[in-house]
């Protein structure tokens, strides 16, 4: 036990022992030319002050329907589901159901 103690001891000092070395600092000047050439490439990757791209950027011309997409008409969907449940309503067996069930469905 003594030996495991002294031995964890002498790693422990010899980790601690070495620094990091010290970073030397560089005595050349900043160019200024390359500088700007530098921010001068980070903006033009940007899309800062140009003007904005079309939506529809696909060639195909403008949109013709809303981003959300053209509506639905639902009418004889509803008119369907309704005739089915009035149907239920009167007389409540399977076949009037499954037609019920096939409006809802369809």
Same mark, same amino acid.
């Given at each position: 036990m003594k030996y495991l103690l002294l031995a964890v001891a002498a790693v422990s000092l010899a980790g601690c022992n070495r620094a990091a070395a010290p970073v030397a600092n560089s005595p050349k000047p900043i160019n200024v /030319? $390359? $500088? +700007?050439? @530098?921010?001068q490439s980070v903006l033009a990757h940007s899309s800062e002050g140009q003007p904005p791209k079309p939506m529809n950027s696909n060639g195909a011309g403008p949109a013709k329907s809303s981003p959300t997409g053209d509506p639905i008409d +639902?009418?004889?969907f509803d008119h369907a !589901? @309704?005739? /089915?449940e009035k149907g !239920?309503? /009167?007389k409540s067996d399977e076949p009037t159901k499954k037609l019920l069930a096939e409006a809802y469905f369809e």
């Open positions: /030319a $390359q $500088q +700007t050439n @530098e921010a +639902t009418s004889k !589901i @309704e005739l /089915a !239920i309503k /009167a």
